[in-house]
T-cell receptor, first 116, second 117 residues
Framework: NAGVMQNPRHLVRRRGQEARLRCSPV?????VYWYRQLPEEGLKFMVY????????ESGMPKERFSAEFPKEGPSILRIQQVVRGDSAAYFC??????????????FGPGTRLTVL | AQTVTQSQPEMSVQEAETVTLSCTYD???????LFWYKQPPSRQMILVIR??????QNATENRFSVNFQKAAKSFSLKISDSQLGDAAMYFC??????????????FGGGTRLMVKP
């Protein structure tokens, strides 16, 4: 059973470029969460998606950041016109279709974004 | 909004000894879940232990156990017989039961645990 997969694991971008981070959830999971971890800090929630819907984006910066989880394919976190402050580790987590309230979120290995 | 606080940025323990990591949280909810995650240098987030707030019994997983004090909003992690492989960042996290919104994990700032041979 494959866990949550994220690619790339490392991404280097120059200021002003676009970054695309991909997340393939555990097979059968229809809920995806994105978190950001700045250096020496805990993870901070960004966005929660179900297939084709953004459910909660309260942690997402208002500009330059967007996320999607299409019917087919991985979830994508897109950062336009990156700045040095976007350098961080971005984690994706998934959970199964809700049959109860205690479902665990399974984390991917993260994508480390470095902006030069 | 819920907040999670880990007041110990770093802790160290001698191999085979016991160490306790502290966590406090703030919430107005009565039903919620608490977690401890381990993050080794590989950065992979590994679930160590989970506690449901409605359960009075403290959760235990092998060498890992928690001291859950609901009234004090405290959730400490005890690691017994510490091993070199326990060295990592440890994050305390909080989550409400499933809803369409607010289902995210809220993390503390982390505690770096060092294990001395």
């Amino acid at each position: 059973n494959a866990g949550v997969m994220q690619n790339p694991r490392h991404l280097v971008r120059r200021r002003g470029q676009e970054a695309r981070l991909r997340c393939s959830p555990v097979k059968g999971h229809s809920h995806v969460y994105w978190y950001r971890q700045l250096p020496e800090e805990g993870l901070k929630f960004m966005v929660y998606l179900q297939k084709e819907n953004i459910i909660d984006e309260s942690g997402m910066p208002k500009e330059r950041f967007s996320a999607e989880f299409p019917k087919e394919g991985p979830s994508i976190l897109r950062i336009q016109q990156v700045v040095r402050g976007d350098s961080a580790a971005y984690f994706c987590a998934s959970s199964p279709r809700m049959t109860g309230s205690s479902n665990e979120q399974f984390f991917g290995p993260g994508t480390r974004l470095t902006v030069l | 909004a819920q907040t999670v606080t880990q007041s110990q940025p770093e802790m160290s323990v001698q191999e085979a000894e016991t160490v306790t990591l502290s966590c406090t949280y703030d919430t107005s909810e009565s039903d919620y879940y608490l977690f401890w995650y381990k993050q080794p240098p590989s950065r992979q987030m590994i679930l160590v232990i989970r506690q449901e707030a409605y359960k009075q019994q403290n959760a235990t997983e092998n060498r890992f156990s928690v001291n859950f004090q609901k009234a004090a909003k405290s959730f400490s992690l005890k690691i017994s017989d510490s091993q070199l492989g326990d060295a990592a960042m440890y994050f305390c996290a909080y989550r409400t039961p499933f809803r369409n919104a607010g289902n995210m994990l809220t993390f503390g700032g982390g505690t770096r645990l060092m294990v001395k041979p």
